[in-house]
């Protein structure tokens, strides 16, 4: 059974820096989409970045230029650096995957069937 298990929130002040990971258990292949979402309390789940199969990045431009997605395939882990954090960046943030090959732009959380339990950020200024 595949499971997305997150870690590496916490709290900051504004201007410093966290790292999120997120380890994939139960499915080792390449072939899959992943991407990073955060929900602030009363609004909806925004997608903050994705990463394709092929590595290609599509980033939200609220973060651009200040976070950054990774992953280790052989680690079966993706990471989300996050610097110069801002008050505006305090959410809970999951990790999510589509466990297929799939290229293009992946921001949207409705095609997203695999989800973490997400873990809290917060950002105080």
């Known amino acids: 059974q595949t499971q997305l298990v997150e870690s590496g929130g916490g709290s900051v002040q504004a201007g410093g820096s966290l790292r999120l990971s997120c380890v994939v258990y139960g499915y080792a292949s390449s072939r899959k989409c992943m991407g990073w979402f955060r929900q602030a309390p009363g609004k909806e789940r925004e997608g903050v970045v994705g990463i394709d199969s092929a590595g290609r990045t599509t980033y939200a431009d609220s973060v651009n230029g200040r976070f950054t997605i990774s992953q280790d395939n052989f680690k079966n882990t993706l990471y989300l650096q996050m610097n110069s954090l801002k008050s505006e960046d305090s959410a809970m943030y999951y990790c999510?995957?589509?466990?297929?090959?799939?290229?293009?732009?992946?921001?949207?959380?409705?095609?997203?069937?695999?989800w973490g339990q997400g873990t809290q950020v917060t950002v105080s200024s």
């Open positions: 999510a995957a589509i466990l297929d090959y799939c290229s293009g732009d992946y921001l949207q959380p409705g095609l997203f069937p695999y």
